[in-house]
């Protein structure tokens, strides 16, 4: 086969794949000869267990990551925060019932500034010109001497001015998450470093009441959404496998995928 064909070749084994995945993310049935390619490109997998991690992969870029005061957590597609250090399908889930903090807290910082300098006016008398003159003229001018040492005079201006300020800078302080675990109800309280921007972080967050939250059956809360999501077309998603790739590394960012299952879906979208 020449190198021509060989490109041809790999062109429409790509093609063939994509529809062929599509198929997949549909849910729809493979043929005998689609389900025998798809074994060949991926031996270690079913048709049915690819639909379904790719549908949680989905489901995970749903769920949202919040890095507050210190602490780090996620909200599911349905409204329960979690404390997985990777995002999970499974798991404890928490209702946000209350925050707990005494508000902010300042540090006041006061600094002097002293301007201007001291003005000297008149000379110093000097008493060694006195001595000397004594010396030229006897006793009478010792005494006269010690006259002119003594006449000197010194005058100062005091041309300063100081002046002090104080200002005041928030500091950090501890507050605390307070979250009911859905099943069980335990009470589960997470310190947090807090100041007036984090608590409004935090008051951004969804909290429910506790008195619900100890009570509130889960079928009832299950039916509630945060958001309707689109529709997702599997068509458009198939067409292009560097889409997908730039998917699978969002999820990558987001620390869903390590570098290695990354590396995996990469080649294996590439073909390579």
């Given amino acids: 086969m020449g190198l021509f064909d060989k490109i041809k070749k790999v062109g429409s084994d790509f093609k063939k794949d994509n529809d062929i995945i599509a198929k997949v993310y549909r849910g729809e049935e493979l043929t005998t000869e689609e389900l025998a390619f798809f074994n060949e490109k991926r031996p270690n997998t079913t048709p049915a267990e690819y639909k379904q991690k790719h549908d949680d992969e989905l489901t995970l870029k749903k769920h949202k990551q919040h890095k507050i005061g210190g602490l780090k957590f996620f909200t599911d597609e349905r409204g329960y925060y979690y404390f997985s250090f990777s995002k999970s399908l499974t798991g404890e889930r928490y209702y946000l019932v209350g925050f707990e903090w005494s508000g902010p807290q300042y ?18 008398g000097s008493t060694l010109g006195g001595a000397a003159v004594g010396s030229l003229f006897g006793p009478a001018g010792t005494i006269v001497g010690a006259a002119v040492g003594a006449s000197g005079k010194k005058k100062t201006d005091v041309n300063r001015k100081s002046e002090t300020t104080s200002t005041q800078e928030e500091i950090d302080t501890t507050a605390y998450l307070v979250f009911v675990e859905k099943d069980d109800k335990r009470v589960k309280r997470e310190s947090i470093k807090c100041n ?4 409004k972080e935090i008051n951004a967050l969804r ?59 990469k080649k294996e979208l590439l073909g390579i």
């Fill in 207 to 265: 909290f429910t009441s506790e008195a619900i939250a100890m009570e509130r059956p889960e079928q009832q809360m299950a039916n509630e959404k945060i958001s309707v999501e689109p529709e997702i077309n599997y068509e458009a998603e198939a067409v292009s496998p560097i889409e997908e790739i730039r998917q699978y590394k969002e999820l990558l960012d987001a620390g869903i995928l390590t570098q290695e299952e990354f590396d995996a879906k």
């Fill in 196 to 199: 007036t921007s984090i608590a």
């Fill in 107 to 124: 540090k006041v910082t006061s600094t002097t500034v002293t301007t201007g300098q001291d003005k000297q006016k008149g000379k110093k």
